[in-house]
């Protein structure tokens, strides 16, 4: 074999490791990723089925339900609102009325199954996916009011 058949064989194994190692990281990236959906989303089907997402919005005064660490209440982005079961010990600023985002799957009853429940941190931050969502149903319902 001449030296340079043997550079070029070193130079095609080199780049085919490079794109099996590259298509590997993209994989792991892709089945890793978390989308963030607001109510209206999901219940639009927009929201995968059968993937895990991030479900933001508001927790719905009134709609809290505890028994032990099971907890039930619902989520709402003022326009449509989804109900949330989780079992675990739920994050200190966990409160009605306050912002919420839940990371979990929709079941086949369209209730959202939650793995991990994150609360606001402080009096005036909420999540900038879940800010955006409100804002977005906020505006969808006031163009459907002034339609009428």
Same mark, same amino acid.
């Given at each position: 074999?001449?030296?340079?058949?043997? &550079?070029?064989?070193? %130079?095609?194994?080199? +780049? +085919?490791?490079?794109?099996?190692?590259?298509?590997? %990281?993209?994989?792991?990236? &892709? #089945?890793?990723?978390?989308? !963030?959906? @607001?109510? #209206?989303?999901?219940?639009?089907?927009?929201?995968?089925? /059968?993937? #895990? !997402?991030? $479900? /933001?919005?508001?927790?719905? &005064?009134?709609?809290?339900?505890?028994?032990? $660490?099971?907890?039930?209440?619902?989520?709402? *982005?003022? %326009?449509? @609102?989804?109900?949330?079961?989780?079992?675990?010990?739920?994050? *200190?600023? !966990?409160?009605?009325?306050?912002?919420?985002?839940?990371?979990?799957?929709?079941?086949?009853?369209?209730? !959202?199954?939650?793995?991990?429940?994150?609360?606001?941190? *402080?009096?005036?931050?909420?999540?900038?996916?879940?800010? *955006?969502?409100?804002?977005?149903?906020?505006? /969808?319902?006031? +163009?459907?009011? $002034?339609?009428?």
């Amino acid at each position: 074999m001449t030296p340079r058949r043997k &550079r070029l064989l070193l %130079v095609a194994g080199i +780049a +085919a490791a490079m794109s099996l190692a590259t298509a590997l %990281v993209l994989n792991a990236l &892709r #089945s890793n990723m978390v989308f !963030f959906y @607001s109510p #209206s989303q999901v219940a639009a089907k927009e929201a995968p089925a /059968g993937r #895990s !997402f991030r $479900l /933001g919005g508001l927790v719905e &005064r009134g709609s809290v339900q505890r028994d032990g $660490l099971a907890v039930r209440f619902i989520v709402t *982005d003022t %326009v449509r @609102s989804i109900p949330v079961r989780y079992r675990g010990a739920l994050p *200190d600023l !966990f409160k009605e009325g306050k912002g919420v985002v839940a990371q979990g799957q929709v079941d086949a009853a369209g209730v !959202f199954i939650a793995r991990e429940v994150l609360a606001k941190h *402080d009096e005036n931050y909420m999540p900038p996916e879940a800010g *955006d969502a409100l804002n977005r149903a906020r505006a /969808g319902q006031l +163009a459907v009011e $002034l339609a009428r």
